[in-house]
């Protein structure tokens, strides 16, 4: 029954096992700090050290047990349905696109932060539904309108919660939405324009990569 379910959607679930392996060891409070000191994201460690794996370990890490679980739980929810619209590629390369978008501008938006999450991502592929559901908007006709209602309510319940929960990236979030929002508009146009869209993400990544390189270099020295 579990195999039957992981084939399913492998995808998904491989991503919540992962996400759950990296939080195993942050429950025992000798490896909790070592993990956070070398895979949190962090400018400094990532742009003048060159710890450019940071940018994925932290996307891996969570703060707590409440944070994984709304997490988990949001993956559990989106994920599946996103598994059944886009191709597997499709839907790690707007996964991951959207997670590295989302740590940048929260790195543009605080220089000196720390921050450790799948929201980014995770926001990502919300997007990325948004994205598709505009595309086929006629098609979908009612079910477009309820989706975009709900939509609307979770981006509410976000903007609150980020208000009361003063640590959570709210500009991750906004950064993964986006991006994930452009990237399921592009490939429900033509799903060939995935490579166009993982591509040109780069080359803006690479950009930004230097234009915060300079940056804290300018800051240290």
Do not use: C
């Amino acid at each position: 029954m579990i195999i039957e379910k992981f084939k399913e959607f492998p995808i998904t679930y491989g991503l919540i096992i992962l996400n759950i392996i990296a939080f195993l060891p942050l429950t025992v409070d000798s490896w909790a700090g070592e993990l956070y000191r070398f895979g949190v994201l962090h400018g400094y460690s990532i742009f003048i050290q060159g710890e450019y794996y940071r940018l994925f370990s932290s996307m891996f890490l969570h703060n707590d047990m409440i944070h994984i679980s709304m997490n988990m739980l949001s993956l559990y929810m989106v994920g599946r349905m996103v598994e059944n619209l886009f191709k597997p590629w499709a839907y790690l390369g707007i996964y991951f696109m959207s997670g590295l978008f989302g740590s940048f501008l929260f790195l543009y938006m605080d220089l000196s932060g720390q921050a450790v999450g799948a929201s980014g991502a995770l926001f990502g592929i919300f997007g990325a539904l948004a994205g598709f559901a505009l595309v086929h908007r006629h098609r979908m006709q009612s079910a477009f309108m309820q989706f975009m209602r709900d939509f609307g309510i979770i981006l509410v319940i976000n903007f609150f919660i980020g208000i009361i929960f003063p640590s959570i990236a709210m500009s991750a979030h906004v950064g993964g939405l986006i991006t994930g929002f452009i990237g399921g508009f592009i490939v429900a146009k033509n799903s060939n324009f995935l490579w166009i869209y993982l591509f040109v993400g780069g080359v803006v990544l690479f950009g930004m990569s230097g234009y915060f390189e300079s940056v804290y270099h300018q800051i240290v020295f």
